[in-house]
Each structure stands twice: as structure tokens, then as C-alpha cells.
């Protein structure tokens, strides 16, 4: 049986982003059990705005997100929640309605925010898992939240707060423990085609 597939997302186009760095150390603990993994940053999330005419860089989202068994997503808080480079590249799920696993339905996802203060980084992971949940993903247990005020990464990627590091160690292990039960269950991905106009 192949390995676990997971895809980290986000991330903001500052060089020191915290949000990627922490993404990246999620995704470093999730390959140590075995896992695949690949990251989409910042600037690969540079997508028209949804419902603009295709720029031909969409694809490549997409398809990133159908290889995954499971997600790694990390966002800034922008003035209390997602930024919008992030929201708009989770809108172009729409793509995956009518796939045979519909947008996120069976996947284990991480989630991560980081923020100047507490209050930002907690109502950002607070709606990262409502959009999670209204793709039909599952969120893991431990969501992390950052406060890039007080803990900044060092120069090999790794944050200064080793707590933070443990978190971070802990949600890309359950991202792929996840994925690995949903397996061994054999529940294959739903396509819960009679949800579709009521989920949201
Ligand atoms: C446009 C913008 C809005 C922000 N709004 C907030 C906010 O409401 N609350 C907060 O605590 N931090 C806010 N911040 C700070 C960022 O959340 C913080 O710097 C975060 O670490 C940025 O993510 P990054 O390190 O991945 O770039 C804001 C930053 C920017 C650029």
C-alpha cells in the first residue's frame, strides 16, 4: 500500500512567514512517521479570484489537493481571520464537488494560525475548522495557534518556543494517524451527493 499523502497549504509571501515556517515543521513531523509530503506556499496560492476568468494556474492547486490524503493548512490572522490569498484558493475547491471525494470529504486537517496576538490567532483557527467542516474535512483534535509576537523561528526553520514546536510536532502526527485509521477502517470517501445543497 503506498504512503500516507499530505499536502501543507499557506503561508504569506514574507520571507520569515510565520505561517509557513509552521507549516513546514508540521509537514517535517508528519514525513519522520513515514509519510509523503509536499508544500503548497504563498506564492503558488496566487489565484485569480474565484469566479475570474482562469489564469491556468489553478490547476495545479487542485490536482496538489486530490494527491492528499490529508491537509497541513496554515494561515495569518488578517484583521481577525483567514487572509484573503488563503480563502481564496480554498474557494476554488468548488472544483472538487463533483469529484468522487468530494471537496475534502474523509481527509484529516491540520490547522494552524499564527497572529500578532492571542485573540486574532484564535478566531482565525475558529474559522479555519468552520471552513474545513463545511468541505467535509476533519479537522484533527489539536489546532495550533502562534503568537508571532512572542515566538519567532530560527535561522534552521524551527520556532524559539519549544512548546510550540511540540504542538506543531503533534498535529502533523495526528494529521497522518488520522489518515492512517481512516484507512485501516476501509471507509472509502463518501460522495454525499444528497448533502451537497444543504452542507453549506
Ligand atoms: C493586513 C494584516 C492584518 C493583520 N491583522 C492582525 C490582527 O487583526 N490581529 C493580530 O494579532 N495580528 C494581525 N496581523 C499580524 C499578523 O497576523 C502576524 O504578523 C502574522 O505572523 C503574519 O503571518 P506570517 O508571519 O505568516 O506572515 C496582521 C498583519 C497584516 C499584514
Given amino acids: 500500500m503506498r504512503t500516507v499523502r499530505i499536502l501543507g497549504i499557506g ?3 514574507r520571507p520569515e512567514s510565520a505561517s509557513e515556517l509552521s507549516v513546514r515543521h508540521a ?10 509530503v509536499r508544500l503548497l506556499p504563498a506564492r ?21 489537493v486530490r494527491w492528499a490524503d490529508g491537509l497541513i493548512i496554515g494561515s495569518p490572522g488578517y484583521h481577525g481571520t483567514v487572509s484573503g490569498l488563503l480563502k481564496n484558493a480554498l474557494d476554488h475547491l468548488e472544483a472538487l464537488r463533483d469529484d468522487p471525494r468530494t471537496y475534502l470529504d474523509s481527509m484529516a486537517v ?5 497572529a500578532y496576538g492571542d485573540q486574532a490567532a484564535a ?11 463545511a468541505l467535509r474535512g476533519w479537522p484533527t483534535p489539536l489546532g495550533v495557534t502562534i503568537n508571532s509576537a ?19 510536532t503533534i498535529l502533523g502526527r ?6 492512517r485509521r481512516h484507512r485501516r ?12 445543497d444543504t452542507a453549506w
Fill in 27 to 36: 509537514l517535517t513531523a508528519a514525513r519522520a512517521t513515514g509519510a509523503t
Fill in 174 to 179: 495526528q494529521t497522518v494517524e488520522f489518515c
Fill in 150 to 168: 512572542r515566538c519567532g523561528f530560527g535561522a534552521g526553520g524551527e520556532p524559539n518556543d519549544p512548546a510550540v514546536g511540540e504542538r506543531l
Fill in 185 to 196: 477502517a476501509g471507509s472509502g470517501p463518501a460522495r454525499t451527493e444528497a448533502l451537497i
Fill in 123 to 133: 478566531s482565525t483557527l475558529a474559522t479555519l475548522r468552520t471552513i474545513v467542516h
Fill in 44 to 64: 503558488t496560492l496566487d489565484l485569480p479570484f474565484y469566479g475570474e476568468p482562469a489564469t491556468g494556474a489553478e490547476p495545479a492547486f487542485i490536482d496538489a
Fill in 110 to 114: 491540520g490547522l494552524i494560525a499564527c
Fill in 11 to 13: 503561508g504569506t509571501h
